[in-house]
């Protein structure tokens, strides 16, 4: 059955740079913006409150939409399941207490659900830093 797959992503912009999240799912490094899957019952700005909260520790306010994807983007692991990105700006209310490193894909143990945070100077950033084609898309306009 197909079906649709809604994404909701935080851009937190610091000291001119943007955090990533490297990340090794179903076998694959992939990076892209922090975030995750809307659940049921819960508006796109909860689900990335909750998900800053889960991945990060992190409590954000969440400040205006960035983009939604407007273009067909098949699900990278269901080819029955069409995602759809929202992207909104982010800022952290309280100190940042998260690793970071300057290295890709800086996990303690390269296994399922691995995560590692990064920054990337807004300067430099472009569409060749993320795995995804929306991430790839929005990194583009960051570069604009």
């Keep these: 059955m197909?079906?649709?797959n809604i994404r909701v992503y935080g851009i937190l912009i610091q000291d001119s740079n943007v955090l990533v999240s490297d990340?090794?799912?179903?076998?694959?490094n992939i990076t892209k913006f922090p975030g995750?899957?809307?659940?049921?019952?819960?508006?796109?700005?909860e689900c990335l409150i909750r998900e800053f909260k889960e991945e990060l520790?992190?409590?954000?306010?969440?400040?205006?939409?960035f983009y939604t994807t407007d273009f067909f983007v098949?699900?990278?692991?269901?080819?029955q399941s069409q995602v759809i990105s929202i992207y909104y700006y982010v800022k952290a209310l309280e100190n940042l207490n998260f690793k970071t490193s300057i290295t890709q894909f800086d996990f303690t143990e390269?296994?399922?659900?691995?995560?590692?945070?990064?920054?990337i100077p807004l300067k430099s950033v472009s569409e060749s830093?993320?795995?995804?084609?929306?991430d790839k898309h929005v990194g583009e306009m960051l570069e604009k």
Excluded at 23 to 28: L, S
Excluded at 57 to 65: F, R, T, Y
Excluded at 110 to 119: I, L, N
Aim: zero cysteines; hydrophobic letters at 30%.
């Design 110 to 119: 390269k296994k399922e659900g691995a995560q590692s945070m990064r920054w």
């Design 23 to 28: 990340e090794y799912i179903k076998g694959k």
């Design 2 to 4: 197909k079906h649709f």
């Design 36 to 45: 995750g899957g809307l659940e049921y019952g819960e508006g796109t700005k």
């Design 129 to 134: 830093d993320f795995t995804f084609i929306i």
């Design 57 to 65: 520790n992190l409590k954000i306010e969440v400040l205006s939409h």
């Design 74 to 79: 098949n699900s990278a692991f269901n080819n």
